[in-house]
Structures are given as structure tokens and as C-alpha cells.
């Protein structure tokens, strides 16, 4: 998916993947909206210039677009594009780890 979205100072913008819905014997068991846990799971789809240190200068980023991160659970500003796609703003600080 190709944005047209640049973050500012140390913040990303992410895509949260979905997690596997639960199944049980026969079937799919499909829970409503409301219900769902949100995922802290996704792919970083862009990332801002980092923020900047006591005499000015940036402090470069841990994480790169590509990366597939867990972040705080309730972390972070959700948006919907034009397209409906959900994703989310959020600080570097709030991702918690890079998965490999």
C-alpha cells in the first residue's frame, strides 16, 4: 500500500495485522466488533525523521519501514485512509518489540 504520509519527529505509522479469529469443532466461531481484542501486532509503513536531542540534532530511529513490531496495547491514534484502511499513529516509545 503506497501512502502519502510522512510522520513527524519520532513518531510511525502502522498497519496493524489481524490476528487469527478462534475456531471451534465444525466451524468458525465469529465474534462481533466489539468484542475483538485490539491487535498489537504490525507492519511499520512509514517513519518520521526522529526526534531531535538537547543541541539539535535527530536521533535516527530504531525501527524502518517493513519492520513487523508489537506495540502498547491501547497505544497510539488510530486513522482511516480513503481506501477504509485502518492505521495507526504511534510514538516510537510505544513499540515494544521488532519481530524477527
Given at each position: ?15 496493524p495485522l489481524e490476528e487469527d479469529q478462534a475456531t471451534f469443532?465444525?466451524?468458525?466461531l465469529v465474534l462481533p466488533d466489539t468484542a475483538k481484542e ?12 526522529g526526534s531531535r536531542d538537547e543541541e539539535g540534532k535527530r ?42
Amino acid at each position: 500500500m503506497a501512502l502519502n504520509i510522512k510522520p513527524m519527529g519520532d513518531r510511525v505509522v502502522i498497519e496493524p495485522l489481524e490476528e487469527d479469529q478462534a475456531t471451534f469443532a465444525g466451524g468458525q466461531l465469529v465474534l462481533p466488533d466489539t468484542a475483538k481484542e485490539k491487535p498489537q501486532q504490525g507492519k511499520i509503513l512509514a517513519v518520521g525523521p526522529g526526534s531531535r536531542d538537547e543541541e539539535g540534532k535527530r536521533i535516527p530511529l530504531d525501527v524502518s519501514v517493513g519492520d513487523t513490531v508489537v506495540y502498547a496495547k491501547y497505544a497510539g491514534t488510530s486513522f482511516k485512509t480513503k481506501d477504509g484502511k485502518e492505521i495507526l499513529f504511534l510514538k516510537e516509545s510505544d513499540i515494544l518489540a521488532i519481530l524477527e
